[in-house]
């Protein structure tokens, strides 16, 4: 199976409302971890990213949060608007039989409606 | 800034028929990628590059062959179309590894 899945395929949420992303990995090696959205129709897009020696980053309007106890990490997104409708991937930097990859999971599809 | 730039955007095969999709950077990154991402999924890496004239393979290689002739270039050749390689395919590239990839637009591609 995949080593990064997130929880939900689908979030739906009001404009102005906070929204929660979250992403679960297996991996424990793992030390560097990457949040991408993608629009339809678009290549992924880098949101932000966080190294396993942080449990938490914040950029412009978004926080990523890492808890390595329980290997999950979140993506947290204030006062959402419609133009974050996308799909949001996690993806994480493990080694496999290509050597050091980065590993995405499945994505959840964020909705946001006005 | 132009970035990764992948061509064509579109393209229909016909079951058996070639075709190299073209992707180029301009950022002089040494690591170039190529992903294929199917229908509700992540994306899977299918080649990867570390510098000119070094090639690896990714988690499904199969069915592909790729070159890496100059740092900017990194082209992925189809040989036999089969249904199986439909999908949208992204090419990406990072300065070095375990670092931000960045994307191209994508090639969608169709094997019928």
């Known amino acids: 199976g995949e080593s990064v899945g997130l929880h939900l395929p689908t979030l739906s949420v009001q404009e102005g409302d906070n929204s929660i992303i979250n992403c679960a990995y297996s991996n424990s090696a793992s030390d560097y971890f990457i949040w991408y959205k993608q629009e339809s129709g678009k290549g992924p897009q880098f949101i932000i990213d966080?190294?396993?020696?942080?449990d938490k980053r914040q950029g412009q309007r978004v926080t990523v949060l890492l808890n390595k106890t329980v290997k999950h990490l979140s993506l947290q997104i204030a006062a959402t608007q419609p133009g974050d409708s996308a799909v949001y991937f996690c993806?994480?930097?493990?080694?496999?039989?290509?050597?050091?990859?980065?590993?995405f999971g499945k994505g959840t599809t964020l909705s946001v409606s006005s | 800034n132009a970035g990764v730039t992948q061509t064509p955007k579109f393209r229909i095969l016909k079951i058996g028929q070639s075709m190299t999709l073209q992707c180029t950077q301009d950022m002089n990154h040494n690591y170039m990628y190529w992903y294929r991402q199917d229908p509700g999924m992540g994306l899977k890496l299918i080649y990867y590059s570390v510098g000119a004239g070094i090639t690896d393979k990714g988690e499904v290689p199969n069915g592909y062959n790729v070159s890496r002739s100059t740092t900017e270039d990194f082209p992925l050749r189809l040989e036999l179309a089969a249904p199986s390689q439909t999908s949208v395919y992204f090419c990406?590239?990072?300065?070095?590894?375990?670092?931000?990839?960045?994307f191209g637009a994508g090639t969608r591609l169709s094997v019928l």
């Open positions: 990406a590239s990072t300065l070095a590894g375990r670092n931000i990839q960045y």
């Open positions: 993806a994480e930097y493990a080694i496999n039989q290509a050597g050091t990859a980065l590993i």
């Open positions: 966080i190294r396993s020696n942080m």
